[in-house]
């Protein structure tokens, strides 16, 4: 049996606070390495994609629309503003050559602009993308 006064408590707290604290320090270690390792271009472009799709939804102001804009610009170009494919640019993959040089907010709006006057609604353009295979 270890003998408890009070000298050898303190010495035990003591040396359990100095093992939190080094844990501490090497869990903060540790994930710092690992966000170093993991980080890439991609994390920031996750971002910007994500205000891409803000932008398309205040501008359309319709849940509905917007989770058929999203799946239809999913697929097209993962709300990527440099996808290309062939003669397609940006976003909306759009074959105008503007849509090579501006950024993904203007590309959303170009994008919106080309399904309301083609299509009507971001929904009656996902509809034909999935029975044509294209919009």
Same mark, same amino acid.
Request: proline share 7%; no cysteine; glycine share 6%.
């Given at each position: 049996m270890i003998p408890l006064n009070a000298n050898s408590l303190s010495e035990r707290k003591g040396?359990? =606070?100095?093992r939190k604290i080094a844990r501490f320090g090497l869990v903060i270690s540790l994930f710092t390495v690992l966000n170093i390792a993991f980080l890439k271009d991609d994390s920031v472009a996750a971002n910007t994609t994500n205000h891409y799709r803000q932008w398309a939804f205040i501008q359309l102001n319709n849940l509905d629309e917007f989770y058929c804009l999203d799946e239809l610009?999913? $697929?097209e170009? $993962?709300?990527n %503003? +440099?996808? $290309?494919? @062939?003669s397609h640019y940006g976003i909306p993959q759009g =074959?105008?050559? #503007?849509l090579q040089r501006a950024d993904g907010f203007k590309q959303v709006e170009w994008g919106l602009k080309y399904i309301e006057n083609r #299509? @009507?609604? %971001?929904c009656k353009a996902l509809q034909h993308l999935?029975? +044509?295979? #294209?919009?």
């Open positions: 040396d359990l =606070r100095s610009y999913f $697929r170009s $993962r709300w %503003p +440099k996808a $290309r494919n @062939g =074959r105008s050559k #503007y #299509y @009507g609604t %971001p999935k029975t +044509k295979s #294209y919009h």
